[in-house]
């Protein structure tokens, strides 16, 4: 069964999309992770800065955008993992270097979960209308 809504002003109606469960969210993000790490190696970024940290964000919006609030964590640990041992350490090493570790999981996590409560905050009041009906008999009048 599917529920559809529509923006004011908008005419056009569109399925309600249901979010993903939190194992699902993480075994997007360990894909993605993946795959985000194949195409920086391709393009010649594989190295700690700004580029692959912006990347690794934006993928963690992007996922956070079709997931549960409580699954924020869980993908910011995922492509702090992934961020942390390819990029940062290279080789699947795991290095901690203190705050910038809690820094760059902070921020990942912050920006799947901001994507993610976005996304479920309501975007207009529901209005409910009560009408009478005229042509009816007065019994009958609901």
Do not use: D
Not at 42 to 67: I, N, Q
Not at 133 to 139: A, C, M
């Amino acid at each position: 069964m599917f529920f559809y809504t529509a923006r004011p002003g908008a005419r056009r109606y569109r399925p309600v999309v249901g979010r993903l469960a939190v194992p699902g969210s993480g075994a997007f993000a360990f894909l993605g992770s993946a795959g985000l790490v194949l195409g920086l190696a391709g393009v010649g970024e594989l190295r700690a800065g700004w580029v692959a940290l912006g990347a690794f964000a934006v993928l963690g919006a992007l996922l956070g955008r079709r997931s549960r609030p409580a699954a924020a964590p869980l993908i910011g640990v995922v492509e702090w993992l992934f961020y942390n041992g390819y990029v940062v350490h290279r080789y699947a090493v795991l290095g901690w270097a203190g705050g910038a570790e809690v820094g760059r999981a902070g921020l990942l996590t912050a920006a799947a979960l901001l994507a993610a409560c976005s996304a479920t905050w309501p975007r207009r009041r529901i209005r409910a209308e009560r009408w009478v009906l005229h042509g009816l008999p007065s019994g009958e009048r609901r």
